[in-house]
């Protein structure tokens, strides 16, 4: 069994940063963070594997990024540059797994 647990949600303003970090309890492979927004559904953000691969939705390429600890089980997700759309529940998940995170609020707005 695998529990995620989140950190580093929060209110910033257009043109901020903020930083998720997602500590497994548990082997982990490939690691992903989706959001979802009020009305709309859970979309992937960015995926990497366990050799440091990664993926993007294209509108954070170059403004989000997705890296990973593997000694210590922690995957983070440096978030630049955000602007209201950015606004949503974020989640760390095990690839094609059941275990998600509990998903901290991001809020982007002046």
């Known amino acids: 069994q695998v529990q995620l647990v989140e950190s580093g949600g929060g209110w910033v303003q257009p043109g901020g940063s903020l930083r998720l970090s997602c500590a497994a309890s548990?082997?982990?492979?490939?690691m992903a963070w989706y959001r979802q927004a009020p009305g709309k559904q859970r979309e992937l953000v960015a995926s990497?594997?366990?050799?440091?691969?990664?993926v993007y939705k294209d509108s954070v390429k170059g403004r989000f990024t997705i890296s990973r600890d593997n000694a210590n089980n922690k995957v983070y997700l440096q978030m630049n540059n955000l602007n209201p759309a950015d606004t949503a529940v974020y989640y760390c998940?095990?690839?094609?797994?059941?275990?998600w995170g509990q998903g901290p609020q991001v809020t982007v707005s002046s």
């Open positions: 998940t095990l690839w094609g797994s059941q275990y």
């Open positions: 548990g082997i982990i492979s490939t």
């Open positions: 990497i594997t366990s050799c440091g691969n990664t």
